[in-house]
């Protein structure tokens, strides 16, 4: 069992940046994709990032790239969600998730795990 706490979101203004961190138990988390995904009121789970296990593979979608990078801490066991030139439509619940798939990444049905998320705002 792996347990996971994302923190870092909070209120920012348009253009403004924020840090989300995705730490998580158990000497396993390393051998896990981890993924970030989020989801806005009335609206499905939206895939945002991956990262390898090796953390030498990562992805993002047309909406985020440029702007949003991934990056994890191995001797930390975090994963970290860098997020620059935030839009009012980045505003959503974040989450983390841990796969342990080779393909379908992008979809929330192929992780395992997930943590409870955190509140991201992007005001106008």
């Known amino acids: 069992q792996v347990h996971l706490v994302e923190s870092g979101g909070g209120l920012v203004q348009a253009g403004g940046s924020l840090r989300l961190s995705c730490t998580g138990s158990g000497r396993t988390f390393s051998s896990y994709v981890v993924g970030w995904f989020r989801q806005a009121p009335g609206k499905e789970r939206e895939f945002v990032s991956y990262?390898?296990?090796?953390?030498?593979?990562?992805w993002y979608p047309d909406s985020v790239k440029g702007r949003f990078a991934i990056s994890r801490d191995f001797a930390k066991n975090t994963v970290y969600l860098q997020m620059n030139s935030l839009k009012p439509e980045d505003t959503a619940v974040y989450y983390c998730a841990l796969s342990r798939s080779n393909g379908g990444l992008t979809r929330p049905g192929s992780y395992d795990y997930w943590g409870r998320g955190t509140q991201v705002t992007v005001s106008s």
């Open positions: 990262i390898s296990a090796s953390g030498g593979l990562t």
